[in-house]
Structure formats: C-alpha cells, structure tokens
C-alpha cells in the first residue's frame, strides 16, 4: 500500500475526505484525516477530544503506485478549488517513505488517530508506559506535564514537523545520587 498527501485548504478536510470517497474507488484507495486525542482538565474534569493532527491535510491510501495515482488523482483535484495539490518528493516520488509511513502506523489506531499517552519522568527521561509513544520516546522533543502534552517529532515527505500530542506524566520520581 502506498500512502499519498493533499494539501487542502485549512478547515475543508473533512469536505475534502467525504469528496475523495465519493470519487475513488473505495477499494483502491481510501483517504483519511490523521487525528489526535487530546487530554485536558476543564473545572477539575478530565476531558478528551478529538482533533486534527495536520490541518490542511488529507491522507490517500491507494494500491496504486506513482504513477497511476496521478493519472487517477489528476482529474479529481482539478474539479474541486479547496485541494492545493499533492505533496511529492519530485516529479515520479509522490508517495510517503516507507519509514515515515511506518512511523504514523506506530503512532495511529485504526481510525488513524494518535491516542494518549501515560508514562513518568524519571530524572531527565521520560518512561512511556501506555499508549502509542511506548517505546517511541525518542521522538518526545519537549513535555509540559500541566498543559499533558508532549511535543514530538514526525518525518512527513521529507519534512521534519513537530506536533503536539497527549502525554499524561503520572509521576516524576527524582534520581538522588550516593
């Protein structure tokens, strides 16, 4: 499976997604909208919801290699005005790496959304325990316990971004040296 990205217009994603699936056909390809859960506490309540991990972005996961994509993309992003175009590498390298691919594998659930994370900081390293940052906390660049949130970094088509995604620190045991 290949994976493809349209950069959309900010706020039509979901317009855009629901369009894609009426057009392609479903067996082929398939897009998405890569999401996050987000944890916060409103009046002493924890609260989740649900938002875009890349705004003004939709995922295309197609059978088709390279080229056959665009033959078949073509025609469907110039009807509508709210897709910018396709985010490639070069003229034939339009589809994600495999690496960065695997990587927004490891991180999504089914619905291709990044849940929360729980772990404890242990001294300066923070310690994922639960949740699809377990055993990824190498790309944990910065982490607010208050906000529970941690920056991470993603590789998407060759560009490096930085997002930000539920982490709730449950502990923070201090390291005391002899």
């Known amino acids: 499976m290949y994976w493809y990205v349209m950069f959309v217009k900010s706020g039509k994603e979901r317009k855009i997604e629901q369009f894609l699936s009426k057009q392609l056909d479903e067996e082929i390809s398939l897009p998405f909208i890569p999401l996050q859960e987000i944890l916060f506490r409103k009046a002493g309540i924890l609260k989740r919801e649900i938002k875009l991990l890349f705004p003004g972005y939709v995922f295309i996961e197609s059978m088709l290699p ?19 175009g396709l985010l490639k590498y070069s003229d034939t390298e339009i ?13 999504c659930n089914n619905e291709h959304c990044i849940e929360a994370s729980y772990g404890v900081i242990e001294g300066d390293i923070i310690r ?12 944990v660049r910065k982490v607010n316990r208050h906000k529970k949130e941690a920056l991470i970094e993603i590789e998407i ?6 997002v930000t995604v539920s982490l709730e620190v449950v502990d923070k045991v201090t390291c005391s040296s002899y």
């Open 66 to 84: 390279s080229q056959e994509f665009i033959k078949e993309i073509n025609t469907v992003i110039n009807s509508y005005s709210d897709i910018i």
């Open 95 to 107: 589809s994600m790496k495999e690496s960065e691919k695997n990587m927004m594998i490891n991180l």
């Open 128 to 139: 994922v325990f639960e949740g699809p940052l377990k055993g990824l906390e190498s790309v």
């Open 157 to 162: 088509m060759g560009d490096v971004r930085f």
